[in-house]
């Protein structure tokens, strides 16, 4: 059974850390890109950042370029979202997405959802201010 299980998330205050986790299970996860994407409320999903497996690309949405950092570790098979210098407009569910077309690169391809194979469940952050 294939599974993105997120997790991390929670409450903080703006100028925080937090370091969401995906793991996956069921699939080859060297063959995969990992992104993650979020939805805030009253909002669309939109992609946060993504981590091309094989190639080791990554790319980031322009409002969280360094201040998030994707990063993978394989042996466990889980991607990380590191985000620091938290803000309240970071508040949203986040969630983790798997695309096999994305192994090598991802350039634009990464923000259509239409493209990625396994959707995780997600997980709130919430950021006060």
């Known amino acids: 059974e294939v599974q993105l299980v997120e997790s991390g998330g929670g409450l903080v205050q703006a100028g925080g850390s937090l370091r969401l986790s995906c793991a996956a299970s069921?699939?080859?996860?060297?063959?995969?890109?990992i992104s993650w994407f979020r939805q805030a409320p009253g909002k669309e999903r939109e992609g946060v950042s993504c981590?091309?497996?094989?190639?080791?690309?990554?790319y980031y949405t322009d409002s969280v370029k360094g201040r998030f950092t994707i990063s993978s570790d394989n042996t466990k098979n889980t991607v990380y979202l590191q985000m620091n210098s938290l803000k309240p407009e970071d508040t949203a569910v986040y969630y983790c997405?798997?695309?096999?077309?994305?192994?090598?690169?991802?350039?634009?391809?990464?923000?259509?959802?239409?493209?990625?194979?396994?959707w995780g469940q997600g997980t709130q952050v919430t950021v006060s201010s």
């Open positions: 997405a798997a695309a096999r077309s994305m192994r090598y690169s991802a350039t634009s391809n990464w923000l259509r959802e239409s493209n990625y194979d396994y």
């Open positions: 069921g699939f080859s996860f060297d063959d995969y890109g």
């Open positions: 981590r091309s497996s094989r190639s080791g690309r990554t």
